[in-house]
């Protein structure tokens, strides 16, 4: 297994340009989530989905657009990048516990944007 | 909102051990999460505790009050393979809310 991969690796924007983060993950789980961390902070929640065709906002959703059409993929779509958005980005998938609980998340390698 | 709070810094010497404490504030709370991160990589799972007590995974072990709304995470035997950044994690209703981080140095 692959487990979760994020493409690209390494990124650099303009000011108001988009793009799409690619996450994807072969191990069949329901729940996916995008997470930023800035230098010092720990991991802020951006969006997340608890199977295909469903997704919800987490703590910092402005400026991100996500969907997920399949189990496997949950891309992140930036509309009109801001140096705000100057970041390092992880997806992280998990199974759905029995009590609806995600105990273990596995993360990507991430993907490191710059934003000019 | 969510809130998490530990400490920013420790450090110790190889074979010590340490602490890392985090207090939680936070409604819906379902368990408390740990995760290790080692500089430029993915953080990685540790632990989980959903009822009080300790739970111990090797030489690491981590311990829920949540009476009191309190974690743990106890490092044993330090090695220099464990600098890195900790992060107590706190679930509820399908989302998880993680603390600023903790740096373990380890010095020889």
């Known amino acids: 297994n692959a487990g979760v991969t994020q493409t690209p690796k390494f990124q650099v924007l303009k000011t108001g340009q988009s793009m799409t983060l690619q996450c994807a993950q072969d191990?069949?789980?329901?729940?996916m989530s995008w997470y930023r961390q800035d230098p010092g902070m720990g991991l802020r929640l951006i969006h997340y989905?608890?199977?295909?065709?469903?997704?919800d906002q987490g703590e910092v959703p402005n400026g991100y657009n996500v969907s997920r059409s399949t189990t496997e993929d949950f891309p992140l779509r930036l509309l009109s990048a801001a140096p705000s958005q100057t970041s390092v980005y992880f997806c992280?998938?998990?199974?759905?516990?029995?009590?609806?609980?995600?105990?273990?998340?596995?993360f990507g390698p991430g993907t490191r944007l710059l934003v000019l | 909102g969510q809130s998490l709070e530990q400490p920013s810094e420790v450090t110790a010497v190889e074979g010590a051990i340490v602490q890392i404490n985090c207090t939680y504030q936070?409604?819906?709370?379902?368990?408390l999460s740990w995760y290790q991160q080692h500089d430029g990589g993915a953080p990685t799972f540790l632990s989980y505790?959903?009822?009080?007590g300790l739970e111990e995974t090797g030489r690491f072990s981590s311990f829920l009050s949540r009476s009191d709304s309190y974690g743990y995470l106890l490092l044993q035997e330090l090695q220099m393979k464990d600098s890195a950044s900790y992060f107590c994690?706190?679930?509820?209703?399908?989302?998880?809310?993680f603390g600023a981080g903790t740096t373990v140095t380890v010095r020889a």
């Open positions: 992280a998938s998990s199974y759905s516990s029995s009590g609806g609980q995600q105990e273990t998340q596995y």
């Open positions: 191990m069949n789980h329901e729940y």
């Open positions: 989905s608890v199977g295909a065709g469903i997704t």
């Open positions: 936070t409604s819906g709370f379902y368990g």
């Open positions: 505790n959903a009822l009080d």
């Open positions: 994690a706190a679930h509820n209703d399908y989302k998880l809310s």
